[in-house]
């Protein structure tokens, strides 16, 4: 199953169009208050959060991105297995595999359209509210926390000069190398349960999917 499948039916779940297995349905989660002033790329007008889909709201690494603009996950393994695997089905269609550019714009050099992509609080108002012609909307495709989890991919395919890698602390800029197809590989062949930040949404979301898995048997 894909994981935009698994996401739907995740979805599902939680606004109450899953099956009757799921009779308790969860609330939708509270919206976490932040400090940021989120805009949308295409007119700057205000993002309104709860748009976003009900759950995965308040993860750890949400609540920190809200509170500094920076995604958390883009140094952590057990988030970019993730990451990677969203930015498959939802992104290269349009961005090319490894951000190399298609119908949609390079995400991998050190060029952004928009200036602002060159900080994490930019691509999350970009993706998360689009940009202009196919570049649509992401709020009701991926959760909070899924958006953090793909933005950390794009951050780790980047391959140009580390001194326009705006979005690096210094440690990071230190320990910087450029994105190569082997460490793609590396990435892709990590368990789902890889140790780290992203470990425990891998294993619901993993959970998820055998239940349905089993279900379409
Ligand atoms: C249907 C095709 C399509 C899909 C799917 C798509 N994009 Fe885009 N994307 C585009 C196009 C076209 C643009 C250029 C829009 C513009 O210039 O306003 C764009 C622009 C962007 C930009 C701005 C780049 C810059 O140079 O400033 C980012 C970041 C981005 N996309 C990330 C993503 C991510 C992450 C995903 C997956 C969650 C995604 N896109 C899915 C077509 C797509």
């Known amino acids: 199953?894909?994981?935009?499948?698994?996401?739907?039916?995740?979805?599902?779940?939680?606004?109450?169009?899953?099956?009757?297995?799921?009779?308790?349905?969860?609330?939708?989660?509270?919206?976490?208050?932040?400090?940021?002033?989120?805009?949308?790329?295409?007119?700057?007008?205000?993002?309104?959060?709860?748009t976003s889909l009900p759950t995965e709201r308040d993860t750890p690494g949400v609540l920190k991105f809200l509170q500094t603009g920076v995604?958390?996950?883009?140094?952590?393994?057990?988030?970019?297995?993730?990451?990677?695997?969203?930015?498959?089905?939802d992104c290269s269609g349009c961005?090319?595999?490894?951000?190399?550019?298609?119908?949609?714009?390079?995400?991998?050099?050190?060029?952004?359209t928009y200036p602002k992509n060159e900080h994490d609080q930019g691509v999350f108002e970009t993706v998360y509210g689009g940009a202009r012609a196919m570049m649509g909307p992401h709020n009701g495709d991926l959760t909070l926390d899924q958006f953090m989890q793909v933005i950390a991919w794009v951050r780790h395919f980047y391959k140009d000069p580390v001194d326009k890698a705006y979005w690096l602390n210094a440690e990071q800029k230190k320990n910087y190398k450029p994105y190569t197809e082997a460490e793609g590989k590396r990435i892709?062949?990590?368990?789902?349960?890889?140790?780290?930040?992203?470990?425990?949404?891998?294993?619901?979301e993993k959970k998820l999917q055998d239940e349905e898995d089993k279900e379409a048997q």
């Not at 958390?72 to 990677?84: A, E, K, N, V």
Request: proline share 11%; with cysteine; net charge negative.
């Open 1 to 50: 199953m894909n994981i935009k499948k698994m996401i739907a039916i995740y979805g599902g779940l939680v606004i109450g169009v899953g099956s009757a297995a799921y009779a308790a349905e969860p609330k939708p989660e509270p919206v976490p208050p932040t400090s940021l002033d989120l805009r949308t790329t295409v007119d700057g007008s205000p993002i309104d959060l709860s």
């Open 95 to 112: 961005h090319g595999e490894v951000g190399e550019g298609k119908i949609g714009p390079g995400l991998n050099d050190d060029y952004w």
């Open 188 to 204: 892709a062949a990590l368990p789902i349960s890889t140790p780290g930040q992203c470990q425990a949404t891998a294993l619901k």
């Open 71 to 89: 995604d958390p996950y883009i140094d952590d393994p057990s988030c970019l297995r993730l990451g990677q695997s969203l930015f498959l089905s």
